[in-house]
């Protein structure tokens, strides 16, 4: 099965036409035609069956015949991740991350972040596409950058963690994350938090974990934490 993403569907649409980007990959590159079944998701749980009324290679239509709808899962994973020096890194992050199964991230500016500024347009085609290629219905929610003081200063609920390097005891990950429940992690960056930050963290309710042995990049940090997460409750 493929899946196309459009945001703008509903469970009361009946018709619907395709950007002329889709509107040509599905005719010219997929060579698709009238009476061809296509499935869509808008990225908010719902999948669509849609057959194709007009072909058109700039202006493709289609008709809805069947909705379903999928149910969010019993928890909010929420990632904060410091942004890698390379844009690729953060990328293939994102990718991954939305094919394991994320809720939410949100980059954060640290002290030692080398990277500040970042391309959400572009980020958030990347999450669209690894959602699509891993047939999900639900887009993970990006957020705009935000300090690292601004972010630790919000409320936040549910299970709170950050991942560090500093020498001190901590927790594995597997065994302070509980089923069911609402999982927000911090990830730094590849210069790790600074102390002042880690007790800045310590103070707002966040508890220490170790995400292994190895000392681990940016973006695999938050993988294996992802990982560790959906095992838990997929176990």
């Known amino acids: ?3 196309f993403y459009n945001p703008r569907l509903d469970q009361s649409a009946t018709q619907f036409t395709f950007s ?8 010219k ?3 698709k035609k009238e009476g061809d079944l296509l499935h869509i998701t808008n990225g908010k749980g719902y999948l669509f069956e849609a057959k194709i009324i007009d072909a058109a290679a700039k202006k493709c239509s289609a008709e809805i015949v069947d909705t379903d709808k999928n149910h969010q899962k019993m928890f909010w994973f929420h990632l904060v991740v ?8 953060f990328e293939w992050f994102l990718e991954k991350a939305t094919e394991i199964g994320v809720n939410e991230i949100t980059p954060i500016i ?7 500024v970042l391309k959400i347009e572009r980020m958030e085609k990347v999450i669209q596409s690894a959602m ?9 929610k990006l957020n705009a950058p935000i300090s690292y003081t601004e972010f630790i200063s919000k409320s936040h609920e549910g299970l709170l963690f950050i991942a560090h390097c500093e020498d001190e005891e ?3 990950l597997k065994r302070r994350v509980a089923p069911d429940k609402d999982v927000t992690i911090l990830i730094g960056p590849e210069g790790d938090f600074s102390a002042t930050e880690i007790k800045q963290a310590y103070t707002n309710g966040f508890l220490p974990v170790s995400l292994g042995r190895n000392r681990l990049r940016t973006e695999t940090a938050a993988i294996v934490a992802c990982t560790t997460v959906n095992m838990i409750n997929n176990g």
């Not at 002329?20 to 005719?27: D, L």
């Not at 410091?82 to 890194?89: F, G, H, L, V």
């Open 29 to 31: 590159v997929l060579r």
């Open 20 to 27: 002329a980007e889709e509107s040509n990959h599905i005719v």
């Open 110 to 116: 640290c002290e030692n972040s080398e990277r500040k």
């Open 132 to 140: 699509k290629q891993s047939l999900q219905t639900f887009l993970p």
């Open 1 to 3: 099965m493929q899946l």
């Open 82 to 89: 410091a942004p890698t020096k390379m844009n690729d890194r």
């Open 170 to 172: 901590k927790l594995d």
